[in-house]
């Protein structure tokens, strides 16, 4: 099992986990019970321990996956879209293009809203 411990000795995070390791521009990932979570020692856990996937997405969202569906957070861990989607790729500056079910949405990050035509 891994925990976390300061510089001087403190511990941050017993030494209950299952994998710990540093992801630059990410934090802490966290792993326990096969699931992941992200943890920054100077606020806690910024993303529970609940997804089966999580990696930095351009530097401005987290891709998170659970269940083998693709959601966002925002870099504080606030949910953008919920893992419920096959695909989220890059359309333009301001749209991503998402897949679910078949069907293609388009979300314009400004407004968070949903459109399923070209913008």
């Known amino acids: 099992k891994y925990g976390l411990i300061d510089s001087g000795a403190k511990t941050l995070l ?3 986990y299952s994998a710990i390791r540093y992801v630059t521009g990410l934090g802490f990932l966290i792993e326990q019970n096969g699931l992941l979570g992200v943890y920054d020692p100077a606020k806690g856990f910024l993303i529970p321990i609940a997804y089966e996937g999580i990696k930095p997405f351009e530097n401005k969202y987290i891709l998170v996956s659970l269940a083998g569906k ?5 870099l504080n861990g606030k ?3 919920a893992p419920s989607y ?3 790729v890059r359309f333009d500056a301001q749209t991503l293009v998402l897949t679910q079910e078949q069907k293609l949405f388009y979300f314009l990050e ?3 809203q949903f459109i ?3 913008p």
């Open 110 to 112: 400004g407004s968070h």
């Open 86 to 88: 096959q695909r989220i």
């Open 116 to 118: 399923s035509r070209k």
């Open 14 to 16: 017993n030494f209950e």
């Open 70 to 74: 693709d959601g966002l957070l925002e």
């Open 79 to 81: 949910e953008v879209l």
